[in-house]
C-alpha cells in the first residue's frame, strides 16, 4: 500500500503561478510510475501528465504541455507540478496517482492503482 497527500493548491491570477506537491508514504521503495490528473466540476477527470520511477521520461496532455513541468525526488518520496501561465480552464482539482510496474508514463487513470484526495486549484480571470 502507499498512501499519497496533494498539497499547494489554492486560488491564482490567471498567467500566475502554483507548485504543486504529492508527498508518498508507505511501500514507497518499489519503483512506480507517478502521474497528475484534474477533474473539472461536471467534467470527467483528465491526465495532466506522467513521470516514470527514475524521472528519465515524462508525458503531458497538450493542454499543458510548454506549461506544466512534472519532476520528483524519489529521496524524499515527493512529486511536483509547476504550473505556469495558468488558465481559468485550468481551474479544477487536482490528483496525484501512482502505478507499479510500469516502465512507461501512463495517461490511462484506470491503469493507476493509488490516488490521493486531491487539491483545488482556482483560475480567477
Known amino acids: 500500500q502507499v498512501q499519497l497527500v496533494e498539497s499547494g493548491g489554492g486560488l491564482v491570477q490567471a498567467g500566475g503561478s502554483l507548485r504543486l506537491s504529492c508527498a508518498a508514504s508507505?511501500?514507497?521503495?518499489?519503483?512506480?510510475?507517478l502521474a497528475w490528473f484534474r477533474q473539472a466540476p461536471g467534467k470527467e477527470r483528465e491526465f495532466v501528465a506522467s513521470?516514470?520511477?527514475?524521472?528519465?521520461?515524462?508525458y503531458y496532455a497538450d493542454s499543458v504541455k510548454d506549461r506544466f513541468t512534472i519532476s520528483r525526488e524519489n529521496a524524499k518520496n515527493t512529486m511536483y507540478l509547476q504550473m505556469n501561465s495558468l488558465k481559468p480552464e485550468d481551474t479544477a482539482l487536482y490528483y496525484c496517482?501512482?502505478?507499479?510496474?510500469?516502465?512507461?508514463?501512463?495517461?490511462?487513470?484506470?491503469?493507476?492503482?493509488?490516488w490521493g484526495q486531491g487539491t483545488q486549484v482556482t483560475v480567477s480571470s
Open positions: 508507505g511501500r514507497t521503495f518499489r519503483p512506480y510510475t
Open positions: 496517482a501512482a502505478v507499479y510496474g510500469s516502465s512507461e508514463p501512463v495517461h490511462i487513470a484506470l491503469r493507476y492503482d493509488y
Open positions: 513521470i516514470t520511477w527514475r524521472g528519465s521520461r515524462t
